[in-house]
């Protein structure tokens, strides 16, 4: 007979927590004890763990890179499919598409050449599907934007998350055929995804959509304004999870990183309310997004 698992204490709980907040700012409170316990039993299965005190310990151990990876891409691997909502994408066609491309004419007109690339940031892309959505987007829109002399070539997306394993299955760009149906249409289907030889059971992006998509791990506890300056930043359904000062701290960071009249997008359920003052409001349909003046 297998022995029973001791349940997550609440004591383990808060030194789990808090071990998580320090790494990736985080935080779980009292009342996420289940969703914690839930995240890390396969973390315990894998390390073959008997107790969550085991698990405790093993992360007070600083040399321990695998668990403590483990563990925080537990925590933060969050839902995701391709086109999520919807609505948000038909903001980025109809209001932020455009006014980036007007930037990008105005920057190659007074330069008299060719323009840096229109830059969008995915943050916390986890296994892909928001950036690769974001140039299938792209692609969709430039032949209708009559921008001329813009191309594929003119923008880059860097999609970034915590976790390095997942940004390996994010950009292998394969997905299974559940993981398709949820967003993608047949003719979506058709344009974007080929199946490899050999390969049944998944479709991979194809290498016009590889070419605007760039992978790089950030943790956003560290000082991440080194990527650079964004014509839009994602990060969706993400800052619900950080306490209120650190995501003060983040959208400080996001505001600086910002092209003037660039936006912010967060996700359906998260606001700035009480947390920045520093954009402009703007609605368009069920979007809401946030525009540095």
Known sequence: MIPKRPPLTSVVQEAISRFIEQQCGIRLG?????????RLVPVLQHFQLTSFEALRDRLM????????DRVLEAITTHETAFFRDRHPFEALRQVVLPQAAKRW??????LGRAAGPIRIWCAACSS????????????EWL???????LAAGDFHILATDLSARILEQAKRGA???????????PGQVARFLTRPVGAKALQEVRPELRSMVEFRRVNMQEPFRTQGFFDLILCRNVLIYFADPF???ICESFHAMLH???YLMLGAAESLFDISESFATERHGDTLLYRRP
């Open 61 to 68: 151990d600083k040399q321990d890179h695998e668990m403590r």
């Open 260 to 262: 003037p009249g660039a």
């Open 128 to 139: 892909g599907q928001e950036p690769w959505s974001m140039a299938m987007a792209i692609l």
């Open 30 to 38: 009292p009342e996420k004890g289940y969703l914690v316990e839930h």
């Open 175 to 185: 997905y299974t055929e559940t993981e398709i149906s949820r967003g993608l249409t």
């Open 143 to 149: 032949p209708l934007c009559g921008v001329p002399g």
């Open 105 to 110: 004419q105005a920057t190659r007109a007074s």
């Open 247 to 249: 995501k003060r701290q």
